[in-house]
């Protein structure tokens, strides 16, 4: 699987069973970003189960662009003094 940052080859760093799948930690070989994965089969949850967790994982995912986005802006006050 290719990073969604840079397009480059990642590897998984953890793999655990869920029980609509399986979640994968990986990481990029090259910028060293990390996300996750989700491999389920399809039928596996119902529809609206799905929606509610891609709603979560979207949620989480915004908080953590944002929680980078501060530190960043902090770092960048200090550098800049």
């Given at each position: 699987m290719n990073?969604?940052?840079c397009a480059c080859e990642t590897?998984?760093?953890?793999?655990?069973?869920?029980?609509?799948?399986i979640r994968r930690r990986r990481k990029c070989d090259v910028c060293t970003n990390k996300f996750s994965t989700v491999e389920m089969?399809?039928?596996a949850i119902?529809?609206?189960e799905f929606a509610r967790l891609a709603a979560r994982f979207y949620q989480e995912?915004?908080?953590l662009v944002t929680k980078?986005?501060?530190i960043e802006n902090s770092v960048n006050?200090?550098?800049t003094k």
């Open positions: 990073c969604p940052v590897s998984v760093v953890d793999s655990r069973p869920m029980p609509y799948g089969r399809v039928g119902p529809s609206e995912a915004v908080a980078n986005n501060e006050k200090w550098v």
